[in-house]
Nanobody
């Protein structure tokens, strides 16, 4: 089970840190991805990291502003979001892929488990 948290309302230029905690059955090797779905739009990839932290990837729209990290001891992955913009407004989901733990995929169809989503709203 994945639990996403940390969303909220923030002004343009502000910061938020999202967390995704895994409970129940956990995996030693995995890829964790963050996706988002803006209002009226399709879900899109935001950032991802593999279990070792050696493979990370970001969408062009968040590169340089967002940072993904993990704490394996806590079974938690974080998404630090800085310099937020109104276009970052979306429901953010974390997702886990366990069948291939070596590279980050941008394709949401490749992920096995999903969190419930947390709302991020950036006001202008």
């Amino acid at each position: 089970q994945l639990q996403a948290s940390g969303g909220g309302l923030v002004q343009t230029g502000g910061s938020l840190r999202l967390s995704c905690s895994a409970s129940g059955r956990t995996f030693s090797r995995y890829v964790m991805g963050w996706f988002r779905q803006p209002p009226g739009k399709e879900r899109e990839f935001v950032a991802g990291i593999n279990w070792s932290g050696r493979s990370t990837d970001y969408s062009d729209s968040v590169k340089g502003r967002f940072s993904i990290s993990e704490d394996n001891a806590k079974n938690t992955v974080y998404l630090q979001m800085n310099s937020l913009k109104p276009e970052d407004t979306a429901v953010y989901y974390c997702a886990l892929r366990v069948w291939n733990s070596y590279y980050v995929s941008l394709d949401d169809a490749e992920y096995d488990y999903w969190g419930q989503g947390t709302q991020v709203t950036v006001s202008s």
